[in-house]
């Protein structure tokens, strides 16, 4: 067993298709993170990484882009992005293998928020009850459960959620696209794809638009 809320060596109401597709999901996003472009630099007798798909970063560790401000509901953070776009892909291809093993969606409980969450099906009723102190606990049935489905919500909301808007708005009708490129630019390690899908839909240098933090340029952060 590697993957599971609460006692791992309790067989106590397991689904091993459930606990299947979660690690599936896991291993999709693992691998995306693997595969991303890295860039480093030698300063000195030190090396540092400077490039890190869309991202880049100085010496001192600042980045290209800042951190959203609290209470964000969309993102114009590059690590939040490439986070989002990450997790995304890993819940399609995970919603594809459960479609064609045709594991199905259980009823009710911590079961069911693990199998749409897993899938990319969480929905806005959902994150709800996730960040709700009184109805989350009854949907958990245990402590274990309940601070599982607590972490989730919360990743989804910081995360999944911020993206999903910043791609309607953003991308719009073209969202899917829009994901898919910027997939590419992160695996390749080239923003001439993206950059010029931006220009063409929201005018010249929209990715420094977007994303550019003023204390980017003062730190020597270049775009990537």
């Given at each position: 067993m590697i993957t599971r809320y609460g006692d791992l060596a309790d067989p106590a109401g397991l689904r091993p298709e459930l606990v299947a597709l979660d690690l599936l999901r896991a291993y999709a996003h693992d691998c995306l993170h693997y595969g991303t472009y890295r860039e480093y630099r030698l300063w000195g007798d030190e090396i540092g990484r400077t490039r890190y798909g869309i991202n880049s970063r100085a010496r001192d560790g600042r980045t290209y882009s800042s951190p959203d401000p609290a209470g964000s509901?969309?993102?114009?953070?590059?690590?939040?992005?490439?986070?989002?776009?990450?997790d995304r892909e890993a819940k399609a291809v995970t919603r594809q293998v459960a479609q064609r093993a045709k594991v199905s969606e259980p009823s009710a409980g911590p079961d069911r928020y693990l199998f749409r969450d897993a899938t990319g099906r969480l929905e806005a009723d959902d994150l709800m009850v996730l960040r709700d102190p009184v109805r989350r606990p009854a949907a958990a049935q245990s402590a274990a459960a309940d601070d599982f489905l607590r972490r989730m919500g919360a990743y989804t909301s910081?995360?999944?959620?911020?993206?999903?808007l910043f791609l309607a708005e953003i991308g719009r009708d073209e969202a899917e696209e829009l994901h898919t490129v910027i997939l590419g630019a992160m695996i390749s390690g080239s923003l001439t794809r993206l950059s010029d899908w931006l220009d063409r839909r929201h005018g010249p240098k929209t990715f420094a638009t977007l994303f550019k933090a003023s204390s980017a340029a003062r730190s020597g952060v270049i775009r990537p």
């Open positions: 509901s969309s993102t114009r953070n590059l690590g939040i992005v490439m986070e989002g776009a990450t910081d995360v999944g959620a911020r993206y999903e």
